[in-house]
């Protein structure tokens, strides 16, 4: 799935565009006819071999979301004269993400490129762990971001290398310390995330930085126009309960994703699982208690999920026999399932259970995990936090 030779450690900086000699790359013989160069959903076909904009050479695909496909490409204007910029410097190797051939996707990807320019401005030398984006150009109507090219995202280091049990606690650590210095940089510049989760965290080939990645959903919480309401932002298993519940959100919601985020990198498994959104706040109460009557009278969906008089949970669940929705009261006052017990069970036997950063990761997550947004920890708390200081 990803090129076969990785970048050297201390890869040279890519030379500026406009000084470097543009090779223009053959076209692969036999490829696809003029007019076939999309499938029916706008997702442009990608070749292998095939030059973009007369300069990257297509080496394989990355990946497919929903806005885009992306592909790792070579860039042939790259030169090596340029000296060394050590292990996290921009190489000839770029990932291209082609946006969608159709308006609300373009849209989209112009906005993306908004904010990570945006983003990039507040930190030019990209410290700061959010992935950077080279250039823009169009490809046969598709928009085409490139960015530098990473290794892997955190899914796939978790399928890889946590052997469905997780990753140890310090490689977690450090993976939040970056993550968390990247919101603190969404803060600053005042742009939400929104779509926090493993698949979205990239790592170069060492699996040592890290970069947070697709800002495909990102916007700015003080342009009204940009905020919209929605019980569906979010990934579902990684989505914050004020979304669901359809009180005023911010950037809280990704702290809330991050904790979520952490808790599956070290134990392999998600945490709250829900098959709706229904069940997703089954499972926050489960683990985190009830919500405040406050929070249950002022969301603008909780009608869906709540008794209006007492307040009461309604589960919303399938009938074993008959396939039709049933709804079950359930009176959640307290914590059912603890976090503690549910890490410490992990790898049961394996030793790693009396690390003495656990207490502190315990009690991070539970701050990261409040189910009141206003006591959720900010990035800058998060950064302060003993389990990402000590
Ligand atoms: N710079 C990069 N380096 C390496 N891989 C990347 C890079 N950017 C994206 N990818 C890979 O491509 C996948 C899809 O990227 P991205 O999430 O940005 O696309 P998308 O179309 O917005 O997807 P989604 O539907 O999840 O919003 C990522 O999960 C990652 O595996």
Not at 24 to 30: A, D, E, L, V
Not at 353 to 380: A, I, Y
Request: charged share 25%; hydrophobic share 35%; glycine share 8%.
């Amino acid at each position: 799935m990803f090129a076969d030779t990785p970048p050297p450690a201390s890869a040279p900086k890519q030379q500026h565009p406009s000084s470097a000699p543009i090779a223009r790359i053959p076209q692969p013989t036999g490829h696809i006819p003029e007019d076939d160069w999309d499938d029916a959903d706008g997702y442009y076909r990608t070749v292998i071999g095939e030059a973009l904009d007369s300069r990257y050479r297509v080496d394989s695909y990355l990946g497919k979301g929903v806005f885009s496909t992306v592909v790792r490409a070579y860039d042939t204007t790259f030169s090596s004269s340029e000296g060394t910029g050590g292990a996290d410097a921009v190489g000839a190797n770029v990932a291209i993400k082609i946006i969608r051939r159709n308006d609300t996707m373009r849209k989209a990807g112009l906005k993306e490129a908004g904010i990570l320019r945006r983003l990039a401005k507040s930190d030019p030398e990209g410290r700061r762990h959010v992935i950077r984006l080279l250039r823009t150009f169009e490809h046969r109507g598709h928009l085409c971001l490139v960015f530098e090219a990473l290794g892997y995202n955190l899914r796939q280091v978790l399928q890889r290398y946590g052997k469905g049990v997780g990753l140890h606690l310090h490689a977690v650590r450090s993976y939040a310390q970056q993550a968390f210095l990247a919101l603190s940089l969404l803060t600053k510049v005042g742009i939400v995330h929104a779509d926090i989760k493993p698949d979205n965290i990239l790592v170069n080939e060492s699996k040592t930085a890290l970069r947070v990645c697709d800002l495909g959903s990102a916007f700015d919480p003080s342009d009204p126009a940009d905020v919209i309401t929605t019980p569906y932002l979010v990934s579902r298993f990684y989505r914050a309960p004020e979304i669901i519940l359809g009180l005023p959100y911010d950037g809280a919601i990704d702290t809330w994703s991050m904790g979520c985020s952490l808790y599956e990198l070290f134990t392999g498994r998600i945490l709250f699982p829900g098959r709706t959104n229904n069940d997703m706040l089954r499972l926050h109460m489960e683990l985190q208690g009830r919500f405040t009557f406050k929070a249950i009278r002022k969301g603008l969906y909780t009608q869906d999920h709540f008794d209006p008089t007492d307040k009461t949970f309604l589960s919303r669940e399938t009938d074993r026999l008959t396939g039709k929705e049933v709804i079950r009261p359930i009176a959640i006052t307290r914590p059912t399932k603890d976090l503690q017990a549910r890490l410490l069970k992990r790898r049961a036997g394996g030793g790693e259970d009396q690390d003495p950063l656990l207490p502190s990761f315990v009690d991070f997550l539970q701050q990261c995990l409040s189910l009141s947004p206003e006591k959720r920890l900010t990035p800058k708390q998060a950064l302060s936090h003993p389990f990402l200081r000590g």
